[in-house]
């Protein structure tokens, strides 16, 4: 098997699942309870919401979530409830994940009002356009780091900059897929979305991080757990789990980022030679997601062709919808073929030379196969 769908999710790290496991049978207390089963529970978790924080290099409150989906809808929502009463008006790009255009649709319909930024010929946030769109009634802006589907990198510490000088307004940035892929400053960010997952860690966790001074409404009531802002029993072999994972993630870092880029440029330029291949990822992508579109080919088409030889890849964004057609390559291409024929090849420091040659010679034969 060759496994090119990292960006959807990833396989679990051993030693991240024997941590899980140690910890399911060892510490079996509630982490509220008040008896020495529970306070050990309190203290493995204290413990490992201090590794998070030091890895991250922040001093940001950690709320733990299920995931980035619900991370995402925590801040989305929670902002906008506690704060309608400074404003209605929200900022995103188009970019976004569907966990993102979710809760911006259930607020658009309930009074609020979502401005899109414009984007230069890169996919770069416009950084002219977007201060031209703030205003006293803005909210929030949440701008992914690293677009999901062709890997964009946006300039998050100069978007920062300028939201920072609306004080009434709050800066929120999914990076689900740039934890654990590439080093990103988050001191400029006032809440951080991401999910274990995407770095070998076990699906079910993920992290709200929130600067201490900010308060929102929590989506899931109930008193207080690990935070006042998420209730429920700490999921602690999940937590300590998504510690491990992070910690082993960041390990040969430097070393594990020139691997997968060697490995994308190499596949790049293997694929140049196809002349009905377009290459949707640029320069200011991240080398872990390389998004291509193979004109006159659906992407499902392609990507089952694929799978008959036991390799497997993505359309668009696991999370989205059927439908064919990514507004991703739309918004960044501005040419529809491309968007209805696209497809997302996602590297990993796992991936192999030979995993890549394997995939290069089978999708030689599709190619020649279904291009007519």
Request: with cysteine; hydrophobic share 35%; charged share 20%.
């Amino acid at each position: 098997m060759v496994y090119l769908d990292y960006s959807a999710t990833t396989p679990v790290n051993k030693e991240v699942l024997d941590t899980f496991d140690k910890v399911s049978l060892n510490y079996i207390g509630n982490p509220n309870s008040l008896h020495r089963l529970g306070v050990e529970s309190k203290n493995l978790i204290e413990d490992a919401t201090k590794q998070i924080k030091d890895i991250l290099k922040t001093d940001k409150e950690v709320i733990y979530t299920s995931g980035s989906s619900e991370s995402n809808n925590l801040v989305i929502k929670g902002v906008c409830s506690k704060y309608k009463n400074r404003g209605n008006h929200i900022i995103t790009s188009p970019f976004e994940h569907s966990s993102i255009y979710g809760p911006l649709n259930y607020l658009m319909d309930n009074g609020y009002d979502v401005d899109f930024v414009n984007v230069d010929e890169n996919g770069l946030v416009d950084l002219n356009h977007l201060k031209s769109l703030m205003r006293d009634t803005t909210i929030l802006v949440t701008i992914a780091s690293v677009n999901s589907e062709i890997g964009l990198l946006q300039p998050i510490k100069e978007i920062g900059d300028i939201v920072k000088e609306y004080p009434k307004c709050y800066f929120h940035s999914d990076m689900t897929q740039s934890i654990g892929k590439v080093q990103v400053d988050i001191d400029n960010v006032d809440f951080v979305s991401f999910s274990a997952h995407k770095f070998y860690g076990i699906k079910g966790m993920g992290c709200l991080l929130k600067n201490e001074n900010i308060v929102i409404d929590p989506l899931i009531h109930g008193g207080k757990s690990t935070t006042n802002y998420r209730s429920g029993t700490p999921a602690v072999a999940l937590i300590a789990s998504m510690s491990k994972a992070l910690r082993l993630i960041y390990e040969n870092f430097d070393d594990k980022y020139k691997h997968v880029l060697e490995l994308n440029n190499y596949i790049k330029d293997k694929l140049k030679q196809y002349s009905n291949v377009y290459i949707n990822s640029n320069n200011k992508s991240i080398p872990h997601i390389l998004n291509i579109s193979i004109l006159g080919v659906k992407p499902e088409t392609m990507l089952h062709a694929l799978e008959s030889y036991d390799i497997f890849i993505s359309t668009q964004s696991a999370c989205s919808s059927s439908n064919t057609l990514s507004k991703a390559v739309l918004s960044l291409t501005n040419d529809q073929k491309r968007a209805e024929s696209s497809i997302r090849i996602s590297l990993s420091y796992l991936t192999t030379q030979e995993e890549v040659n394997y995939f290069l010679e089978c999708f030689d034969k599709c190619y020649n196969e279904l291009v007519k």
